[in-house]
């Protein structure tokens, strides 16, 4: 079973606001994403981390950023929340290697209003 | 232009009957696929995988089975059982499944009914 944890895990806000998505994962991983998704859509990837101080852009354009300071740590930022980022973010990690499989926490359900 | 279709939106089925869920996929360089399901408002949990070099994995109750020449894998599981309720989503992965992200598929709501 993987450990990957999530805060908050639902969060409403007004516009304007800077949040800060937090995640953490307490299996050693190198690896660690996140995820968009909204009801009835397939997930995607907003940002991927190859390890500390890696973090790249994933396929889908993100006004959030993150951040890689810590193994187990993997931040998620929004400076200044807007209600099209109202969504599920699901953050993701996995060990590297063949055939990887990538194990997701709980998620953060955010409404932005 | 979506490179994994799970085109079934929804399925309903009997407890104790089997589910079979599908997935088609375009890209031919995909060699590792994944089944995860969902509840609402939870992350998605790892169900099981298959790398392109089998045509089978079973665990459990679940099942999948892959078709590299029709690009098609499937879930089956069987008894189906009322929990199994849940979005499930199929999921590929290239280059030995190292690559950096997972092409998820839009999901399917299974309804297990007792």
């Known amino acids: 079973e993987a450990d990957i944890y999530q805060t908050p895990r639902y969060l409403v806000i007004g516009t304007g606001k800077k949040i800060t998505l937090e995640c953490s994962q307490t299996m050693g991983h190198d690896k660690m994403y996140w995820y968009q998704q909204d009801p009835g859509m397939e997930l995607h990837l907003i940002h991927y981390s190859y390890g500390v101080n890696s973090t790249e852009k994933g396929d889908l354009s993100s006004e959030s950023t993150v951040s890689r300071i810590r193994t187990e740590h993997f931040p998620l930022t929004l400076e200044s929340a807007r209600p099209s980022h109202t969504s599920q973010y699901l953050c993701a990690s996995s060990e590297r290697g063949s055939f990887e499989t990538q194990y997701f926490g709980p998620g953060t359900r955010l409404l932005v209003l | 232009d979506q490179q994994v279709k799970q085109n079934s939106p929804s399925l309903s089925v009997q407890e104790g009957r089997i589910s079979i869920l599908n997935c088609d996929y375009t890209?031919?360089?995909?060699?590792?696929f994944l089944w995860y399901k969902k509840y609402p408002a939870e992350g998605p949990t790892f169900l099981i995988s298959?790398?392109?070099?089998?045509d089978k994995n079973e665990d459990g109750r679940f099942t999948v089975f892959l078709n590299k020449s029709a690009k098609h894998l499937s879930l089956h599981i069987v008894p189906s059982q009322p929990g199994d309720s849940a979005v499930y989503f199929c999921a590929a992965d290239l280059s030995g499944g190292s690559n950096y992200k997972l092409t998820f598929g839009k999901g399917t709501l299974l309804t297990v009914n007792p």
């Open positions: 890209n031919s360089m995909f060699d590792y």
């Open positions: 298959i790398s392109s070099i089998k």
